[in-house]
């Protein structure tokens, strides 16, 4: 698509921009500047002008271009405090696609980049508690587009984008706006929901090939280097490649999300818990909150090896990272996990960090929410394990600040008594 767009298309001063961008990063000369600026101003100019032409306005291209721009929004929002209007460009891209109808669905390609616009948009309305927009459900819902493991709970994370919304919106209603008798319900149903999702997710879970399936090295056999930038408990976890570990954050993620719906649900309506029934799958989910943030802290050592200071992927040989061997399935020989041909220490030197960094920071904002949502118990020490390893991230890669709360709209006002 790149290679047939003309030079002056959206797509390729979009594409030049985030290059240019990465490239001054990565020579530690700063995030945003003048010449990756410029670009990107060209860029949305040609985009506006291709918008309003009728033919322009539904081609692969000009989606894949706003895309683009949303990448770069996603570069500066690790540098800038204050990004600006963070999130437009997603449903920028949302918009278009609903303007393409069903030409969504014409193409591989078409079908490919109708994915990657619900991909980008989950996380952003998940971290704010917005439902995922239900007006194009009969194009996200397609099988053609649901076929591939990350599209599969990417659909699941849809519905769980509606049910958090939902739920909260009934959170942050004055209590006395509805009986007892009222929210009680409400709070059951959505408990039930979770419930509903949970077993979805563990399906997926359970469906996943061999190859996608975590191998666990114990501490002893890991490199005391790498113990020593960041290892949690007695193992951590490795796969065959980087995106298949990414995936698997999301799943945790989305998990702990699900689980706590449930939570807030019983702090909500403590009544719920008369019933001996509900204390033992409070008491069980909270042990699955623990089980699922201890496997989030066991990727650190795949994303990161044991580096800790600032340093260009192009001299990542030097970075250590943890690996083991598992029998392939063809040959019975043994493999590298992760592989050889992956090309980890340079894959990950490079993008690691930004893969791990927003879940990291989704953890801690689970254990010490910005609002009054009841936050996740950790084991002792835990959180401020997790804390050290951001701040190992932000002098890694230059992050700024993660303050969440200046990212996401406040709460509307509210009284509530508890």
Known sequence: MYLQASTQSSLRLA???????????????????????????RAVAAARKALDDP?????????MAVLVFDLYD????????????????????????????LANIETCRSRALIAA??????????????????????????????????????????????????????????????SLGERQPCCEEFIAEALEIEKYLLNWKASTDPDWSPEYIPR????????????????????????????????SLRYLLTLQVIRQSFADEPSLLHN??????LSDINQKVQDLVDSICETIPFFLGDSAT????????????????????????????????????????????WILFPQLVNVWRLAEPEDDAIPIILRKGQLKWIKGQVKRLQKIF???????????????????TR
């Open 310 to 353: 600032p340093r260009n992927p192009m001299y990542s040989a030097s970075i250590n990272f943890p690996y083991t061997f598992r029998p392939d399935l063809s040959t019975g020989m043994p493999t590298y996990v992760p592989g050889l041909g992956s090309h980890h220490q340079q894959q990950a030197a490079a993008s690691g960090g």
């Open 220 to 251: 002893e056999s890991v490199i005391e280097s790498i113990q020593d930038a960041g290892f949690y408990g007695t193992r951590c976890s490795v796969w065959t490649d980087l995106t298949i570990g990414g995936i698997w954050l999301l799943f």
């Open 276 to 281: 001996l029934e509900q204390q033992l799958l």
């Open 55 to 63: 033919l322009e306005s539904t081609t692969d291209e000009i989606l």
């Open 117 to 178: 616009v619900r991909h980008a948009l989950l996380p952003y309305v998940l971290s704010s508690r917005q439902p995922f927009p239900d007006h194009s459900d009969n194009l996200f819902d397609h099988p053609s587009i649901n076929n591939t493991k990350a599209s599969i709970l990417d659909l699941i994370s849809v519905r769980l984008s509606r049910v958090q919304s939902r739920h909260w919106a009934l959170h942050l209603e004055d209590r006395y706006d509805r």
């Open 15 to 41: 594409t030049a921009a985030v290059t240019v961008n990465i490239s001054m990063m990565w020579c530690f000369q700063g995030c945003d500047t003048r010449l990756a600026r410029h670009l990107f101003t």
């Open 74 to 101: 996603g570069l500066v929002l690790h540098y800038a405090p204050y990004p600006p209007e963070h999130g437009k460009h997603k449903y920028g891209a949302l918009a278009i696609v609903e303007h393409r109808g």
């Open 398 to 416: 230059l992050f700024c600040e993660p303050v969440w709360f200046q990212r996401i709209m406040p709460s509307p006002a509210k009284s509530k």
